[in-house]
């Protein structure tokens, strides 16, 4: 029972349990990208098969990122990863401080050399790019080749890139900040939505900043289809100099550490309200905002949708023929204490009259909105981001290498050595340094690799 006990421990804390957790979840996270999130179990049933739509809503696929399983599973991904580091620190650490030794590996070699010399093999290590060469004697009896006679024989060891052991271990420690940082994002980051047309300046929530949207511009292909929303924009605030920049769809702009996102657009009008012939106030609003007559006490005209070239279809309702500002429309609704006064299309130069008062809408122009994004924990992702890279290049540019050499009885070095990665060609460019060893004595555990 015990050793079963241990194991399961030794699995769930193993590398092979962390790859198996890592596919189930970028399998869910496929799974999230590829199906609509957040939406009512009605959806899911009418745009997908009975069966498919059941496993959706059983599995919590329509909020997968959010789901207990997957956040469960990211938990026990990092536990994994958090024990696989405990539990190695110590054999690595002890490994660094007496792993790189010319008595353990001199021992431990069976006695084949790569090469044998009549030249002092320091002078052959520096040139393979080892600068600190250590001189020592080793008792012959722990040195294979030499049959176990009881003599001193000098040795040379040299070893460089020791701090690639590490490559592995940061990568774990990398992969566990970047999922602490990520979790700790979507605990905690917060989003505003910023709209207007430009000229305008609106509050980013409660941040502090600012953003004034510079210009907008829609662009078109050659058949009037969008190419491509764009916003030029300057963030400012607490203290801070104005930061300016140009976002797109599909082209985040950060600014002020804060993540801009070209998210949508819309219609907007100017609406003027009159008295008589004098003209009371004016200001642009989007489709679906309201103006209240600043003059009278609870009446408010609501602009709900814009239609560039307005015509009537043939049910009668509003609709527009094409996205040329052609015969701008404008529907609005009309209130006066919460009670619908009157519902209809205005078009150019005409006025809603409302006892002494005269509406009219003008200037339609697009509005933008930027979906603002402020994570405090995008520099924890980033940093564990940057410390994978580092693994890596610790893991496959900077393994660890070894040489050694050992003074023969007839004056002659053998030199062998090894590496972590590429053994065979790293013992192919120690070869070119001395003579072939004799026949039935080439290879053997000098090219192996760990």
């Known amino acids: ?107 431990g070699w069976d006695g084949i050399p790569a090469a044998v010399t009549a030249e002092e093999p320091e002078e052959i290590f520096r040139k393979l790019g080892f600068r600190n060469v250590t001189r020592g004697v080793m008792a012959a009896a722990k040195v294979a080749q030499t049959g176990g006679v009881e003599t001193s024989v000098p040795t040379r060891y040299a070893v460089r890139h020791r701090a690639g052991i590490w490559g592995a271990w940061l990568c774990h420690l990398g992969m566990l900040v970047v999922i602490a940082g990520f979790g700790l994002g979507q605990m905690f980051q917060v989003q505003y939505s910023v709209y207007g047309v430009p000229g305008q300046t609106k509050l980013v929530g409660d941040t502090g900043y600012t953003l004034r949207i510079d210009d907008f511009q829609v662009k078109l292909r050659e058949d009037d289809t969008v190419e491509q929303y764009e916003t030029a924009v ?112 205005l078009t150019e130069d005409e006025i809603i009259t409302v006892e002494d008062y005269g509406i009219r809408f003008t200037d339609p122009q697009q509005y933008t909105l930027i979906q603002v994004k402020r994570d405090p924990f995008t520099p924890l992702a980033a940093a564990g981001g940057l410390l994978v890279m580092l693994a890596l290049v610790l893991a496959f540019y900077l393994p660890p290498e070894e040489v050694w050499a050992v003074q023969r009885e007839d004056g002659t070095w053998a030199l062998a050595g090894k590496s972590r990665k590429a053994g065979a060609y790293f013992l192919e460019e120690l070869a070119k340094y001395g003579a072939k060893p004799p026949v039935g004595t080439e290879g053997g555990s000098a090219a192996r690799q760990e």
């Open 1 to 107: 029972m015990m050793d079963r006990l241990r194991k399961a421990g030794r699995f769930l804390c193993s590398m092979k349990c962390a790859v198996i957790l890592l596919v189930i979840l970028a399998l869910a996270c496929t799974a999230g990208s590829l199906l609509p999130q957040g939406q009512t179990a009605a959806y899911y049933t009418a745009n997908y098969a009975e069966s498919l739509a059941g496993a959706i809503l059983l599995f919590r696929l329509d909020d997968v990122f959010h789901c207990w399983w997957f956040v469960g599973l990211t938990l026990f991904l990092c536990a994994n990863l958090l024990a696989c580091n405990v539990l190695r620190f110590p054999a690595l650490m002890k490994r660094m401080k007496e792993g790189f030794t010319a008595v353990k590996r001199i021992a």
């Open 234 to 345: 300057t963030v400012s605030g607490n203290g801070t100099a104005g930061e300016t920049g140009t976002v797109s769809v599909n082209h985040p702009l950060t600014l002020h550490g804060m993540k801009l996102y070209q998210n949508s657009t819309g219609w907007a009008a100017n609406v003027q309200i009159f008295k008589g012939n004098e003209l009371l106030q004016e200001g642009v609003i989007c489709a679906g905002e309201y103006a209240l007559v600043e003059d009278m006490e609870g009446l408010a005209v609501v602009l709900n949708a814009f239609y560039p070239d307005y015509v009537r279809g043939a049910d009668g309702m509003p609709m527009t023929a094409s996205p040329a500002l052609n015969h701008p429309g404008y529907l609005y609704t009309l209130y006066y204490h919460d009670q619908i006064l009157g519902m209809n299309v």
